[in-house]
């Protein structure tokens, strides 16, 4: 598993989710390079299933693909534009990982919050 991966993983662990399944892509559309489930753990957030989609390039045409964005779901994409149950996203394209990450959990805390308070 590549470092920003790992490094994904750790944040949602922290946040007490599991990954519950990982498909790579070689069993998904051609504008997935890599999807995982997971499931809450947290009693807040223990029936939550996210999906965690990395995207690839649009324009992608030889046999690598490579990321080019991280989009998290509340449920399944049915195609590339599908963005209906977005939560949050991480662009690759450009700029500095760290400060994308940062912002990235930063939003995905505001949404859990939120989340979490409507469920009461």
Request: a neutral charge; aromatic letters at 14%.
């Amino acid at each position: 598993m590549k470092q920003y991966k790992k490094e994904i993983l750790k944040g949602f662990e922290k946040r007490k989710f599991d990954l519950s399944e990982l498909h790579d892509g070689k069993s998904l559309p051609w504008w997935i390079e890599e999807k995982w489930t997971l499931s809450g753990l947290k009693s807040d957030n223990r029936n939550d299933k996210l999906y965690v989609n990395f995207l690839t390039y649009k324009q992608w045409e030889n046999e690598i693909k490579i990321v080019d964005e991280i989009l998290v779901t509340k449920s399944e994409m049915e195609n590339y534009a599908d963005y209906s149950s977005k939560i949050v996203e991480l662009d690759l394209r450009k700029g500095y990982f760290t400060e994308k990450q940062e912002v990235f959990w930063s939003e995905f805390d505001k949404i859990q919050k939120t989340n979490c308070k409507h469920r009461v």
